[in-house]
């Protein structure tokens, strides 16, 4: 396990309901992201996290709302989901910008 | 528009052979480089990183060369392992805030025992 865990690993969903992807880090970074990964597509930011204030907001659909209620925890919010948000969702962290984030196993959600 | 990009898409050696992963960009502005590997089921794993500062970088039987000139930067995988099956990202740093950091399609490294 790296010091970036996500829950769930997997999550099947219709569209009307509404889920929690939970994301917590081990590692003391100072930042915090999301990403969606569709198949064959480079990795997508959706989200970024600087001391629990958000710095990016990357044009993402308000169906998606994420929560950072301190520095070691991140959430995304999902409702009314659309098939085509089925992807893997992947949380990393950083210290600073200047470094490489550290993934964590991602979230794999199927919308139905 | 700007992107960083990978020459091959899928890469099959056999074990113990090389391997030579080719990613160009295009962004001379960008600093910071990273290469990323994912396994089937996981997120991606750091492997090595290098600076605009440096022109190549060693890790355990892995090694990264930048070629600032052409834009072009490369993973470079000693004695190639079955474990090394995995897809390879490049990703470049291009500005000085948060979120920056952006990453190519990948390549797909196949090892045959």
């Known amino acids: 396990e790296t010091g970036v865990t996500q829950t769930p690993r997997h999550l099947v969903m219709g569209m009307t309901n509404k889920k929690s992807l939970k994301c917590e880090q081990h590692l003391g970074h100072n930042a915090m992201y999301w990403y969606k990964q569709s198949a064959k597509k480079p990795l997508e930011l959706m989200f970024v996290y600087s001391l629990e204030e958000r710095v990016e907001n990357n044009s993402v659909p308000s169906r998606f709302s994420p929560e950072c209620p301190n520095s070691s925890h991140l959430f995304l919010h999902l409702h009314t989901l659309q098939p085509e948000d089925s992807a893997l969702y992947l949380c990393?962290?950083?210290?600073?910008?200047?470094?490489?984030?550290?993934f964590g196993s991602g979230t794999r959600l199927t919308v139905v | 528009g700007e992107s960083v990009g990978l020459h091959l898409p899928t890469l099959s050696v056999q074990e113990g052979d090389n391997s030579i992963i080719n990613c160009a960009y295009s962004n001379s502005a960008s600093d910071y480089f990273i290469w990323y590997k994912q396994e089937s089921g996981k997120g991606p794993q750091f492997i090595i990183d290098?600076?605009?500062?440096?022109d190549k970088r060693q890790g355990q039987r892995v090694t990264v060369l930048l070629n600032k000139t052409v834009k072009h930067l490369s993973l470079q995988i000693a004695a190639t392992q079955p474990g090394d099956s995995a897809v390879y990202f490049c990703a470049e740093n291009r500005g000085t805030s948060y979120g920056k950091l952006t990453f190519g399609q990948g390549t797909i490294l196949t090892v045959h025992p």
């Open positions: 990393a962290s950083s210290q600073d910008y200047q470094n490489g984030y550290t």
């Open positions: 290098i600076r605009s500062n440096m």
